[in-house]
């Protein structure tokens, strides 16, 4: 492993604490989910390390594109959460399958900040095999929520808001 991919300790998730929250990518009580993991590199980015089991597969050994994609998506919306303090939707996501993801075996998932300008925050990532190879890479525009979206779209209550209003209505790279 090389001084860039080194990992620390997990990072606490500190919305992990919260029982309604059931998240696909990184929340343990989702029992369908990938319960992932991040991790800070040595060099800032935010990471996961993950092996799929043969229940991610399309064919057989091979890891769906699908997953690949929510994979990609995790960990860079968990950058964002985490690097800039605010919860974000995905508004696109663009993913470069090189290679194929096998079951079975550990990759590491790395996300960085691009770019922040214009009310949204550009992310990349890369899914690197054990033997250091790129198989993935993927790069993403998230939009910050904004609390009405926080009570319209995610259902949240007035004691929900007021828990993470610090999450919401975030001005980035505005003017």
Same mark, same amino acid.
């Given at each position: ?41 040595? =060099? ?33 919306? =968990? ?62 525009t998230y939009q910050p929520i904004r609390s009405e979206?926080a009570v319209s779209t995610m259902g949240f209550n ?18």
């Amino acid at each position: 492993m090389s001084a860039a991919t080194e990992a620390s300790a997990a990072i606490e998730l500190p919305w992990l604490a919260d029982p309604e929250f059931c998240c696909f990518g990184c929340s343990p009580r989702n029992p369908v989910g990938m319960a992932l993991t991040m991790v800070r590199l040595a =060099d800032g980015r935010v990471a996961s390390y993950n092996t799929f089991s043969e229940e991610y597969a399309s064919y057989p050994g091979v890891v769906h594109g699908g997953i690949v994609a929510a994979l990609v998506d995790e960990v860079m919306g =968990d950058l964002v959460a985490l690097d800039q303090g605010l919860l974000a939707f995905l508004v696109t996501l663009r993913t470069r399958m090189m290679l194929p993801l096998r079951t079975g075996v550990r990759y590491c998932t790395a996300a960085r900040i691009a770019k922040i300008g214009n009310g949204l925050l550009h992310t990349e990532a890369d899914v690197t095999g054990p033997d250091g190879e790129i198989r993935v890479t993927a790069s993403a525009t998230y939009q910050p929520i904004r609390s009405e979206q926080a009570v319209s779209t995610m259902g949240f209550n007035a004691s929900q808001l007021d828990r993470d209003r610090h999450y919401f209505d975030h001005k980035i790279g505005l003017t």
